[in-house]
C-alpha cells in the first residue's frame, strides 16, 4: 500500500469470528514504533465483522521516504492483531537539470523579463542554478564571493518561510507536518563560471566621487555598476529580471499582467519595488512553482506561508 502524504488512506480488515459492531482503536507503527495521534477522516469501527476507517496520510521521521508503516487494531470484544502487509509513502518526482531561456512580456516598451537559468526538481526542492561570465572592469575574487552570497541570500532566505505544498494534502494550507513529505523547499545557486554562462555581466567601475553606474540585467546580459547603486539589493534585484521578475515601480519594465503591481501597496514593498528592500512574496517564486508543477507527475503545488 502506498499513497502521498496527506492522501486518505482507507483501513479495511476482517474480524474473524464476527464481533459486535461498534468503534475500534488503530494504532500506526512506524519501523516498529508508535506514532503518536494519529488523525482519522473517518474514525475507525466494525460493521458486520469488517473494520472500517481513513487515516489522513502523515510522514512521522525525516527518513520518511523509506520508512514502512503497519497498523495495529485493537477490537473491544474480540482482541488486536498487527497488519502484516506495510504502509509506504509515495515520493515526488525528480528532474534532471534542463537550461531555461523563457521570455516574460514587460510593460513600459521594456524587452522582456527573462527566465534565463538552469532548474532541476530534486527529491526536497526546486533547485536554480544561475551562471554568470564577468567582463569589463574587474572585479576581484572576494566581490564576487560578496555578490555570490548577496543574491542566494536575498533569494534563499526570501522562500525561508515560504513552501512549496500539495494542493490535495487534506490538511490543507494549514499542514503541520515538519518533514518534505508534501513540501517542498527552493534554492538559488548563483556561480560565476569562465565558459557554459548563461549570461555575461559587464561591470562598471566608479571612480570616487562620481555617480555610479545604473545596474541592470536581461535576457541578453547584464550591467553591474561596481559599487552596486543600493549595496544590499542591487545584484538580487537585477538577478530577480532573470529569474522571469518584472520591476514593481512605475518607471521600470513593469509586468503587464498585473499579478505583480507598479507600485505595490502600501506595506507591500520588496525587492522588485523599492531600492535597500530585500522582501519577496509569494509572487516572486511563481515561475518556479510552475516549474515544479510541469515536474511533479501530475500531482499540484501551491506556495503556503505555514
Not at 572592469?137 to 542566494?152: D, E, N, R, S, V
Not at 541570500?153 to 518561510?161: I, R, T
Request: proline share 6%; charged share 20%.
Amino acid at each position: 500500500m502506498t499513497a502521498y502524504c496527506g492522501d486518505h488512506v482507507k483501513l479495511e480488515g476482517t474480524v474473524t469470528p464476527a464481533c459486535a459492531d461498534g468503534p475500534v482503536t488503530v494504532q500506526i507503527l512506524n519501523n516498529g514504533s508508535a506514532v503518536a495521534n494519529p488523525v482519522f477522516a473517518v474514525a475507525p469501527k466494525v460493521v458486520g465483522g469488517r473494520i472500517e476507517g481513513t487515516w489522513v496520510a502523515k510522514s512521522a521521521s525525516a527518513n520518511w521516504r523509506t520508512d514502512k508503516l503497519t497498523f495495529t487494531v485493537n477490537v473491544p470484544s474480540a482482541g488486536s492483531a498487527t497488519s502484516s502487509n506495510e504502509f509506504t509513502f509515495k515520493k515526488r518526482p525528480t528532474a534532471a537539470s534542463t537550461s531555461l531561456n523563457v521570455a516574460h512580456a514587460s510593460g513600459n516598451g521594456y524587452g522582456p523579463c527573462h527566465e534565463k537559468h538552469d532548474a532541476r526538481l530534486d527529491a526536497d526542492k526546486v533547485h536554480y542554478e544561475l551562471k554568470l561570465r564577468l567582463a569589463g572592469a574587474p572585479f576581484a575574487a572576494a566581490k564576487q564571493a560578496a555578490a555570490k552570497t548577496l543574491i542566494q541570500n536575498v533569494w534563499n532566505s526570501g522562500f525561508a518561510n515560504k513552501k512549496f505544498h500539495r494542493v490535495d494534502c487534506k490538511r490543507g494550507r494549514t499542514c503541520d507536518c515538519t518533514f518534505d513529505c508534501c513540501k517542498a523547499k527552493f534554492e538559488l545557486e548563483v556561480n560565476f563560471v569562465a565558459s557554459g554562462e548563461h549570461l555575461t555581466v559587464t561591470v562598471h567601475a566608479t571612480a570616487p566621487g562620481a555617480p555610479t553606474h545604473r545596474s541592470s540585467m536581461s535576457g541578453t546580459g547584464g550591467d553591474w555598476g561596481d559599487p552596486a547603486m543600493s549595496p544590499a539589493s542591487t545584484y538580487a534585484h537585477e538577478t530577480g529580471h532573470v529569474l522571469g521578475q518584472a520591476d514593481e515601480y512605475a518607471a521600470g519594465a513593469t509586468d503587464p499582467t498585473g499579478v505583480q503591481p507598479a507600485p505595490p501597496p502600501a506595506g507591500d514593498e520588496n525587492l522588485m519595488s523599492t531600492p535597500g528592500n530585500t522582501t519577496l512574496l509569494i509572487r516572486h517564486y511563481r515561475w518556479a512553482l510552475a516549474y515544479l508543477n510541469a515536474n511533479a507527475g501530475g500531482d499540484t503545488y501551491e506556495t503556503i506561508q505555514p
